[in-house]
């Protein structure tokens, strides 16, 4: 067979040149990343016996870090080795300022450092994927995967007494990942105070944010093993239970890149075969480990497009300026970064508040902007093309205007037709200060990750480009007008007794848009929630990967992370991400059980 003859072919020439480049091995399948769905990929496929799985993960095992096990401890991993701590470029848009990006360098990434909040997507926003040309991905293929992750804990009665609250049909009893409410929601009155304000506020009850519909107030629940208290991060979840499975291996180092069939396949080559993936151990020893499958790259969305880049697959602009050469056009690989911007308003408490109140409220355009709403969704209707032409020449035309058009389109309607919350409130107590933190959950401006150097330790270039699109500011003035209008509407408003951020000095009682404009972009940080870069979309649309997860031109590398989702999604990341994770194994599943049946096994030759 062609690929065993390549396999001896490749062998000879990794011994002779043993002293720099150590064939170490041969598995079916190589994931590049042990993060949140690397490990969780990496573990179902392990499944199938006779199928063998390599994890490449810079990272190590935390499970004993109380940085990461121990719910009350968010925040305090940020910083340590165990965040990768990386940097955006300067945001022109942000006085010029760095933003800091968290992201998780452990088994298990960034859902062992993240907020653990459990919140599943708007239905509409995933049909929204399947509209804009992914064949399969819609709400309802979906839901059925958000239900196979989750083990939920019902909340406890002194729970369900300060908000926790859900429906039971829409969670699943038998999955990995533990989702529920900690023994640490307060015991005060805050629910109530919480409830009663925003009812004044017209912001509805929601009983369970997790049914396709956002929108409302509840309490949300979290990625959490309640009996035990620790934190349930994809490796707790995913991979401990299996890691001495023998067909399953993870090795410690980064990536570098994937390496192809035939290298001399140059330019547009249609059919790309990875051969393996490069990698670099702690010692700075450059190993390879042969794929005979495929690779699948899960470095999340502000790494895996520079793995990509660095192994030749990318914009040639980009590629040529740091000497790589071009193996597969691909000009949207990097782009499309979506992020959510994030600010917060303190005050001083007039009482002690013990535990922690997790209070979210999720709100559409109409709660936002009232009775301007219809002439708001004309008038940026109107504005669409002209966004469009911004974002592209931002990207020097590496996705052309009319994609980005055809894709705001979609977007406008999900935000003025189809009614998707464009923001979440949570509005919290922690010891004598109250907070109302907020994020615009669906901006219109684009941004991007690229190698900023061919050194694959060199952290890349990321630029979530936040206010391009100035319109993206308009929700957010909203959102600081509603959070004051919050703390000064009763019940909520007897607690709050001084502001003590931004300060009515500095932004005064009666502030202009513009006054709040001038804050906003001092004060707006990331919500750490960037995805995109390499869009599950047809290519002509700036997509990266098809509806199978297969980058195009190659036959053989799957994408499977944040980077994938072509769209943001008001909840939050994770539960999609391991819902995408767990179809995509079905759909390789599925592949490997036609070409088994064909040929003995070698999913190669569609
Ligand atoms: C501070 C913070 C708070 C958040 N809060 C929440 C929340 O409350 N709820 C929620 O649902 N989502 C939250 N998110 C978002 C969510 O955690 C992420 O979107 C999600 O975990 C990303 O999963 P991923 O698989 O795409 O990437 P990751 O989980 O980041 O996995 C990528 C993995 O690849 C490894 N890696 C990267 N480069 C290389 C390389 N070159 N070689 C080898 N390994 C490499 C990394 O070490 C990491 O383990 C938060 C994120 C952050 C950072
Ligand atoms: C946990 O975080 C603290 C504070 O950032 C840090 O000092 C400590 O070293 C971390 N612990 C581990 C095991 O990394
Ligand atoms: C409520 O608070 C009291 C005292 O602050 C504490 O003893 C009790 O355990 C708390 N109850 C819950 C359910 O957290
Ligand atoms: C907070 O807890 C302390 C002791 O743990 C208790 O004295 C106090 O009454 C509590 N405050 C509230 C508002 O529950
Ligand atoms: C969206 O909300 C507006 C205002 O409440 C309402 O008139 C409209 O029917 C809603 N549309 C959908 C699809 O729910
Ligand atoms: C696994 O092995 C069995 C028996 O040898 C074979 O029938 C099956 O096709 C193999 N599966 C794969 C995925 O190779």
């Known amino acids: 067979m062609k690929f065993t003859a390549f396999l001896v072919g490749c062998g000879l020439a990794a011994s002779a040149r043993a002293i720099v480049e150590d064939a170490i091995d041969l598995f079916d399948f190589v994931v590049i990343g042990g993060g949140t769905c690397g490990l969780a990929v990496a573990a179902r496929l392990s499944e199938i016996e006779n199928i063998s799985i390599a994890i490449i993960e810079a990272g190590n095992d935390e499970r004993n870090n109380a940085n990461v096990t121990d719910p009350s401890l968010f925040t305090v991993a940020f910083g340590t080795p165990i965040d990768w701590t990386y940097k955006s470029v300067a945001q022109p848009h942000l006085g010029n300022r760095q933003l800091d990006y968290h992201s998780g360098k452990a088994w298990g990434g960034s859902s062992a450092i993240n907020g653990m909040t459990y919140i599943r997507a708007d239905a509409v926003q995933i049909d929204a994927w399947e509209r804009i040309g992914n064949k399969g991905w819609n709400w309802d293929n979906l839901y059925p995967y958000y239900k196979r992750i989750e083990q939920f804990s019902p909340p406890t009665p002194e729970q369900s007494a300060v908000g926790a609250s859900y429906i039971e049909e829409l969670h699943g009893e038998n999955g990995p990942v533990h989702v529920g409410y900690p023994f640490f929601l307060t015991n005060s009155s805050l629910f109530d105070i919480a409830y009663k304000t925003w009812q004044k506020l017209g912001i509805p009850y929601n009983q369970d944010p997790n049914g396709g519909s956002l929108r409302g107030f509840s309490a949300w629940p979290q990625t959490l093993d309640r009996e035990a208290n620790i934190r349930s991060d994809s490796a707790t979840a995913y991979f401990h239970p299996v890691q001495d499975r023998p067909n399953l291996k993870i090795f410690n180092g980064v990536a570098r890149r994937i390496t192809w069939d035939d290298e001399a396949n140059t330019g547009s080559g249609s059919n790309l075969v990875a051969r393996g993936v490069e990698f670099i151990t702690n010692e700075g020893v450059k190993q390879i480990i042969h794929a005979k499958r495929e690779v699948i790259l899960s470095a999340g969305s502000l790494r895996s497009p520079a793995i990509l880049e660095l192994s030749g697959v990318g914009n040639p602009d980009i590629l040529s300026k740091h000497g790589i050469s071009t193996t597969r056009a691909l000009s949207a690989v990097g782009e499309n970064l979506q992020d959510q911007p994030q600010t917060s308003i303190f005050y001083q408490n007039s009482q002690v508040i013990n535990g922690s109140a997790p209070y979210v409220a999720y709100a559409d355009a109409w709660d936002i ?67 109302s933190v907020f994020w615009g959950l669906l901006p219109f401006s684009r941004g991007s990750v690229h190698i900023s150097s061919e050194d694959p330790l060199e952290h890349p270039l990321i630029d979530p480009n936040f206010y391009l699109i100035d319109w993206d500011l308009r929700p957010m003035v909203e959102l600081c007008k509603l959070a004051r209008k919050y703390w000064s509407t009763e019940p909520a408003g007897a607690l709050a007794v001084g502001e003590l951020v931004p300060t009515l000095e500095t932004v005064p009682d009666d502030a202009t848009d513009e006054q709040w404009v001038d804050w906003l972009k001092l004060a707006s940080i990331s919500n750490m929630h960037p995805a995109g870069t390499l869009a599950m979309m047809p290519e002509e649309l700036g997509g990266v990967v098809d509806h199978t997860l297969t980058v195009y031109g190659t036959r053989n590398v799957r994408v499977v992370d944040a980077s994938v989702m072509p769209f943001q999604v008001g909840g939050h990341l994770t539960s999609t991400l391991y819902a995408i994770t767990e179809r995509t194994v079905d759909i390789i599943r599925d592949g490997i059980a036609v070409h088994a049946s064909m040929d003995g096994g070698l999913p190669l030759e569609n």
């Open 369 to 435: 902007f009232g009775e301007s709403t219809s002439n708001i969704a004309a008038a940026t209707k109107e504005k669409l093309s002209e966004w469009a032409g911004i974002i592209s020449k931002s990207n020097n035309n590496a996705v052309s205007p009319d994609s980005i058009q055809h894709v705001f389109q979609i977007q406008h309607e999900l935000i003025f037709r189809q009614n998707v919350s464009v923001s979440g409130t949570l509005t919290t107590a922690s010891g004598d200060q109250l907070t």
